[in-house]
């Protein structure tokens, strides 16, 4: 009796361990499933944030990529080319063409008086300043554009265009919120505005090289106007 009872007991023992050991197992490995899944929501969760941070900053000031537009012609490190044009409904279509060094500029503008010679040698600094008020000073009014239409800028995709790395940018102030749009309205004098068009920025100094933009326009008398702006700079 006590050899039966005693290898029963032994039986017992060696299912329970097993069972036990069947136990643990299956813990440790839950237990790692579960590790596993909260490190991978974890590394989820940073991912998201990364995305969110690039998408952030991949929209720039564009009224500061502009200001740097210009700086790249104040301070001309490699020959480039510029082009721009302005046309309004209510006035002479502008343009200007130029060739910049990091030694010279020369170009032309056209406009109510007819073709105008622009040149300059680098070193003679007021003299480089009034050649490129002269070449830009019609389109500078972009700037405003940009500042209006700054809240609706989206990222429209990689684009390599007039020799640099940039991205496009995408502006409508018909996406900005009534009362934003009201705001704005008002201190146009304006009845009702739209402003549309395009930035292309550099990746590595956030310089703009080339814009689009098209204004429309209604007085608060009820005169509508429009205007068509742009310009870019082409690496040589």
Same mark, same amino acid.
């Given at each position: 009796m006590y050899g039966v009872c005693g290898a029963r007991r032994e039986e017992k023992m060696r299912s329970y361990n097993v069972t036990a050991r069947m136990v643990v197992g299956l813990a440790v490995a839950m237990g790692m499933v579960w590790g596993c899944g909260?490190?991978?929501?974890?590394?989820?969760?940073?991912?998201a944030v990364e995305v969110r941070s690039e998408v952030e900053e991949s929209v720039p000031d564009l009224d500061a990529a502009e200001r740097c537009m210009v700086g790249m012609?104040?301070?001309?490190?490699?020959?480039?080319?510029?082009?721009?044009?302005?046309?309004?409904?209510?006035?002479?279509?502008?343009?200007?063409e130029a060739e910049f060094t990091p030694e010279t500029v020369e170009g032309t503008t056209n406009w109510v008086t007819g073709t105008q010679q622009v040149s300059s040698m680098h070193s003679d600094v007021n003299a480089w300043g009034l050649a490129i008020n002269s070449l830009t000073l019609r389109v500078s009014t972009v700037n405003?554009?940009?500042?209006?239409?700054q809240p609706t800028v989206v990222a429209a995709g990689t684009?390599?265009?007039?020799?640099?790395d940039t991205v496009k940018y995408d502006?409508?102030?018909?996406?900005?919120?009534?009362?934003e749009? !009201?705001?704005? !309205?008002?201190?146009m004098l304006a009845k009702d505005f739209n402003?549309?068009?395009?930035?292309?920025?550099?990746?590595?100094?956030?310089?703009?090289?080339?814009?689009?933009?098209?204004?429309?326009?209604?007085?608060?008398?009820?005169?509508?106007?429009?205007?068509?702006l742009e310009g870019s700079i082409s690496r040589r």
């Open positions: 909260g490190k991978g929501k974890e590394k989820a969760k940073e991912k012609m104040r301070d001309a490190k490699e020959p480039f080319h510029l082009s721009t044009m302005r046309k309004d409904d209510d006035a002479p279509p502008f343009t200007s405003g554009d940009l500042r209006i239409a684009d390599a265009v007039n020799g640099y502006f409508d102030t018909a996406r900005l919120p009534d009362t749009k !009201a705001r704005i !309205a008002v201190t402003v549309v068009g395009s930035a292309w920025v550099t990746k590595d100094t956030r310089c703009m090289v080339k814009f689009v933009s098209d204004s429309k326009y209604t007085s608060k008398g009820g005169k509508a106007g429009a205007g068509h």
